[in-house]
Structure formats: C-alpha cells, structure tokens
C-alpha cells in the first residue's frame, strides 16, 4: 500500500509492517471497541480534582457526543454532591448507556435505585493483599459479591463484576470469583490491573484464561493504570485477547499515574491495528480541552493525541517538510479535528519565516526573510519561549520600516 493510497483510506501514515498477517492476524476478526469511560468517577480520584454536579454533567454531555458506549456517572454513596451527578445525568436523555459504581453491599445498591440507575459495576477486593488490607476472608468476599450481584439483578439492574486488584490475584481463586459472580446473574466481567502491575503480555494471558474460563457469550472489560506507562498496549493487548470494552479516562485522569486513555487507545487500535472504534476521534481534543480546563489539570504539550504539539512545528529543518505532512506526522490532523500551524522561536528556519509570513498575508523579500529570522532567533533566546502572531508582526514591520 502507497502513502498516497493509505492517506486517502484512512489518514493514517504508519509503518507498513502494522499491515503484515502475523502482526494483524489476531486483531482480524474484531469487531469495534466500545469504550467504558470512568472520568467522572475513577479520573475524580486524581489528587485534588473535584467536579461539581453541573460540571459532570457538561462532561457527561461531551462524552455523549465523542461516542463513548457507556459513561459512570460516578459513585454516588461517596457524597451527596456525587449522587446528585448522577441522578442530573441519568435524567439528561443520552445516548450513551449511565453506569452506577458501588461495592458488594446492599446499601450501595440501594442508592443506585433511588437515583434510578439500572445499571452497574459492582466491585470487591479478590487478592491476598488487598482482602488483607480490607480485613476480608476470602470467602466472605466471594459471598459478598454474590448476595449483591443477586440483590442488584432481583431488582432489575444490570451488573459488571469488578475484581479489585484481579491482575494479583491468585488464578484459581480469581477463576471461582468469576464463576460465582456468573451465577449470581453478572452479565459482564471486568478483568482488572488496578495497580498497573501487568505488561501487555500479561494482560493478553489474563484475558485469554478469563475468556476461556466464561466461553464466548460473556462481555469483558479491561481496566488498567498506567504506573508503568504501559495502560495503552495492555489496553491493546486485551483487545487482542477478546475484549470489547475498553474502560478508562479522558487524558488519563486517575490516581496515581491515572487510567488508560480512551483517546489513545482508540487512535492505536484504528492506527496501527485497523480495528474499528465506537468514538468520534474528531471531537476527542475538544473533549480533552475541557476536562483539563474544568478539573484543572495542566497537559504535557508532548501527550499523544491531544498534545497542543503535535501539529505545532518550530524546527526549521521539520518546517522545510511542512507542505507534505505525512513526512512528519503518523496521522493527519484532521482525524482529530486538529489544526497545523507553524511557532517560530529559537529553532526556526528560512521556512518557517516563509510559511508563517504566507499565513498571515505578509510580504517578504528573500533578503528581508533573512533579516527577519536573525531576529525570530535572537527573539526566541531572549524570550525562551514562541513568538506570539503579534511579535512576529513587529520584527516585520521593524524590519520593512527601519528608522
């Protein structure tokens, strides 16, 4: 396949080898990702971020629109304002299916019902460690989350089992929490790396032993963290195993290092594997933008997907190649409704002088050009940042009206 031809299917500009059979030949079949986002609930768990109810709601909203499967409004026994989020977003009419999140207790369930949710993940600690640091047995673990599961069911509510630190759990014991939940009328199952304490080889082994423990019927989920920067090829991997949710955030909001990104999970599955997702990548830096803005989280400019560089070009030896973008950049812009532009600073060249100065309708010489990116350079030291539109403007007049 040419640049040309691959451009025109799909903007994508990737390595040729992502096509190769023994690359693609368990992501074939796939049928499209569906994503499970938990911003509002797991990425709230981020150090210091509160959300207001009206807030979550305008998350809730814009989620709606990205295409997002299924959104949990949050964990509502936390406090009065989270079971105000969700009762504002259950009511609100999406699209997307609303998701409660509560513990394997009565209680937790009850309030879920009162605020009209129908359905639900309902969690419970399954390794050693954790049922120590939660001073249960096992087995009283086990039964807990099997007296929920039936609880919520006998009251109309859809169920996703949630194993809490499932990635450390024990293979056999985690199998017979699996089992027991399935009897208990689970409809779907969550494999869970709470802790991010898995590879992506791991999670693809995980997944496949849960997949054949519970046969083909059954949904299942991934959830993963990102503390060793790996929640997107587990996520990746999972898909490989036979997932079809993808739970996770927006930029990766949660605690600790945060969750997998369901931005850019989406842009690797569609990317580099060709598996089809349920999400509207254009909307996906809108989104960004106003989670960032509202919980009041800075980005790393550098961020895969969102990043405010990654169609920012300062370099003068990158700007000479700006007019033939897939030379340097894996995707088109416009796949995430993302602009191009040129920064000028210490780093530009002749190029950028030239580009920038078309954009905004200026005039230059070949001599003034030169002139100009002298003091673009020198600018750009003294500053030790970008030239805003502005000063670039007044290098150029300075230089076309020397006094």
Not at 20 to 40: G, N, Q
Not at 42 to 62: F, M
Not at 139 to 149: C, M, Q, V
Not at 282 to 304: C, D, F, M, N, Y
């Amino acid at each position: 396949m040419s640049e040309t031809s691959s451009k025109t299917q799909n903007g994508f500009w990737v390595s040729e080898l992502n096509q190769l059979p023994e690359v693609r030949k368990d992501f074939a079949s796939r049928r499209a990702v569906k994503f499970y986002d938990t911003t509002l609930r797991d990425g709230e768990q981020s150090v210091g971020v509160v959300l207001t109810p009206a807030q979550k709601l305008e998350i809730a909203r814009a989620l709606d629109e990205l295409g997002v499967g299924r959104i949990e409004a949050g964990f509502p026994r936390v406090s009065a304002e989270d079971a105000e989020a969700i009762k504002l977003i259950v009511n609100a009419g999406f699209k997307a299916e609303i998701w409660g999140f509560g513990r394997a207790l009565k209680a937790d369930i009850d309030e879920l019902l009162r605020l009209g949710s129908r359905a639900t993940v309902i969690e419970t600690p399954t390794s050693a460690i954790k049922l120590k640091a939660y001073g249960l047995t096992v087995d009283e673990a086990k039964r807990r989350a099997a007296e929920a599961i039936t609880y919520a069911r006998e009251h109309g509510v859809k169920v996703a089992f949630f194993t809490v630190d499932g990635t450390r759990t024990d293979l056999e014991t985690l199998h017979d929490f699996y089992k027991r939940a399935l009897d208990a009328g689970a409809a779907e199952l969550v494999v869970v790396d709470t802790i991010g304490a898995c590879g992506p080889e791991a999670v693809e082994f995980l997944v496949r032993q849960v997949r054949e423990w519970v046969g083909p019927e059954v949904p299942l989920h991934f959830h993963g963290h990102n503390d060793f920067g790996m929640a997107t090829a587990c996520a990746v991997a999972a898909v490989r195993a036979g997932a079809e949710w993808i739970q996770g955030t927006i930029n990766g909001m949660g605690e600790r290092a945060g969750n997998g990104d369901i931005g850019e999970i989406a842009m690797a599955l569609q990317g580099l594997y060709g598996v089809p997702v349920e999400l509207n990548l254009k909307k996906i830096r809108g989104v960004s933008a106003l989670v960032r803005q509202t919980a009041r989280h800075p980005l790393e400019p550098w961020k895969p997907v969102v990043g405010e560089n990654l169609f920012l070009r300062e370099s003068g030896a990158v700007a000479s190649q700006f007019h033939i973008p897939e030379a340097i950049e894996p995707f088109s812009a416009d796949l995430v409704g993302a602009r191009r532009e040129i920064a000028l600073g210490k780093k530009s060249g002749i190029d950028s002088i030239a580009i920038k100065a078309k954009q905004l309708g200026i005039g230059l010489t070949t001599e003034q050009q030169q002139t100009v990116l002298a003091a673009v350079k020198r600018a750009g030291v003294e500053k030790r940042g970008l030239l805003t539109d502005a000063e670039f403007r007044f290098i150029v007049h300075r230089v076309q009206n020397p006094s």
